[in-house]
């Protein structure tokens, strides 16, 4: 079965400093994987999506990820934080046969000035 | 173009009491899916609806119903509520259509915020 582990539940940066998420897949075959956003009392937010076409992903507000197969990971990354990135991100795999989305447990993303 | 949008936003309600979620897809979509968002959790898969039949489900109780109307609009019902049940439900909507390929992206709504008491 599918599943996505995201390692580190809050992460603070400052303005304008690198901001790394990081998120980890089990897959017994190639994954489609997604991250996306939720701002507060907001629903999620597709920032980008892996579907096997390139490994470097270009997503919206800046945002990239590099799928890393030998490492089975898809983190998440800009070059510089912005106070509004500030919000949850969620990593997810698509089921094996199915489009059935399975998320991680979420990270916190704070920025300070 | 309507993105997903759902109704209410918020809900209160009291154990054993039942409730129905509502959900209307981004246009030219005709599947939905549902999630539950308990507090401090990633989304769970509830279950998805396409051409008016549930096409697959998650590991949630019987307790947990929905159905889907020619229009493509979706309804999520919970009966005999439990204080657990209290979360963020979220409705996502895609277009299956022939392929119903792995990987179709899945646009959300903004959710419905229950609250059991």
């Known amino acids: 079965a599918q599943s996505v582990t995201q390692l580190g539940s809050h992460v603070s940066v400052s303005e304008g400093a690198l901001v790394l998420l990081r998120c980890n897949y089990s897959s017994s075959v190639p994954p489609y994987l997604f991250w996306y956003v939720q701002y507060p009392n907001q629903g999620l937010q597709l920032l980008l999506k892996y579907t096997s076409a390139a490994t470097l992903v270009k997503g919206i507000n800046g945002f990239e990820a590099e799928f890393k197969k030998s490492e089975t990971s898809f983190h998440l990354t800009k070059p510089s934080a912005h106070m509004s990135d500030a919000a949850e991100y969620f990593c997810?795999?698509?089921?094996?046969?199915?489009?059935?989305?399975?998320f991680g447990t979420g990270t916190r993303l704070q920025v300070f000035p | 173009d309507a993105g997903v949008t759902q109704s209410p936003t918020h809900l209160i309600k009291t154990r054993g009491q039942q409730v129905t979620l509502r959900c209307s897809p981004k246009s030219g979509h005709d599947t939905v899916s549902w999630y539950q968002q308990a507090l401090g959790q990633g989304p769970q898969f509830i279950f998805q609806y396409y051409e008016e039949e549930e096409r697959q489900r998650g590991n949630f109780p019987d307790r947990f119903s929905g159905h889907q109307f020619p229009n493509y609009s979706s309804e999520l019902n919970v009966n005999a509520l439990l204080l657990g049940d209290s979360a963020l439900y979220l409705c996502?909507?895609?277009?299956?259509?022939?392929?119903?390929?792995?990987?179709?992206?899945?646009?959300f709504g903004p959710g419905t915020r229950l609250t059991v008491l």
């Open positions: 997810a795999v698509s089921d094996d046969n199915t489009d059935k989305l399975i």
């Open positions: 996502a909507s895609s277009s299956y259509g022939l392929a119903g390929v792995p990987g179709d992206t899945q646009y």
